[in-house]
């Protein structure tokens, strides 16, 4: 069980890097007025969860799971951080753009994990 921690842990780190370096990119390469790297982040993870999730399991690899799945694509993923940033746009008075912000993060997010499983079900059929 230690070593499940660990690799959650290891996992972790390895996720919020990426994180920090989308967000970083994002900032300087699209509007920073904007949060688009956090809406990025949770739909490319979102996907990849989804990808991962049928590949673990059809493949027998699941012992992976808490490494990949828990440690970096949580890691990875923000949503704690969407929720900061649609309170953000309410509270400087952005309305539109918090509600357009959770439409587009909420449903391309579960979106692209559906296409995820999708197109690993179909490779691995």
Do not use: D, H, K
């Amino acid at each position: 069980m230690f070593m499940t921690f660990l690799s959650v842990a290891l996992g972790g780190a390895i996720g919020a890097s990426l994180r920090f370096g989308a967000g970083l990119w994002a900032a300087r390469m699209i509007s920073p007025s904007f949060p688009v790297a956090v809406m990025s982040v949770n739909v490319i993870g979102s996907f990849l969860m989804g990808a991962f999730a049928v590949w673990s399991i059809e493949r027998g690899y699941s012992a992976l799971n808490p490494f990949v799945m828990t440690g970096i694509l949580g890691g990875f993923t923000t949503f704690s951080a969407f929720s900061l940033e649609v309170l953000t746009l309410i509270e400087r008075g952005q309305i539109l753009s918090a509600l357009l912000y959770v439409a587009l993060s909420v449903g391309l997010s579960i979106g692209a994990l559906a296409l995820g499983l999708w197109l690993m079900r179909g490779a691995l059929a």
